[in-house]
């Protein structure tokens, strides 16, 4: 599985922002999908995530402010994240992430994919 995510850049506080991650190859084993973010010094912590079927969950610190979406095409499925109201506090590197899970030889194994970041940062 192939993660290209987009978007991202600068943006006042109180501004809006769209990142977009398009996976490809493999898409047929794809599960839960979602984003990440990093920012200096702290850990990676978990955006949000969608399920295959559209069940969503979003960390406590962006609920409200955030929406994530699920497009499935032929050969390939897009997630978008939709941000609103953006604070200081959001400016970080975002990375987009799907879970795989397939059939090998006889047994069924779980993968995890990062796509490369994207900058989010957000001026006061």
């Known amino acids: 599985v192939q993660l290209q995510a987009s978007g991202g850049g600068l943006v006042q506080a109180g501004g809006s922002l769209r990142l977009s991650c398009t996976a490809s190859?493999?898409?047929?084993?794809?599960?839960?999908m979602g984003w990440h973010r990093q920012a200096p010094g702290k850990q990676r912590e978990m955006v949000a995530t969608?399920?295959?079927?559209?069940?969503?969950?979003?960390a406590d610190t962006v609920k409200g402010r955030v929406t994530i979406s699920r497009h499935s095409a032929e050969s390939t499925v897009t997630v978008t994240l939709q941000m609103y109201s953006l604070k200081p506090e959001d400016s970080a590197v975002y990375y987009c992430?799907?879970?795989?899970?397939?059939?090998?030889?006889?047994?069924?194994?779980?993968?995890?994919?990062w796509g490369q970041g994207t900058q989010v940062t957000v001026s006061s």
């Open positions: 190859g493999g898409i047929a084993s794809l599960n839960n």
């Open positions: 969608i399920t295959k079927s559209g069940v969503t969950e979003y």
């Open positions: 992430d799907a879970d795989t899970l397939g059939l090998v030889g006889d047994s069924w194994v779980a993968q995890k994919y």
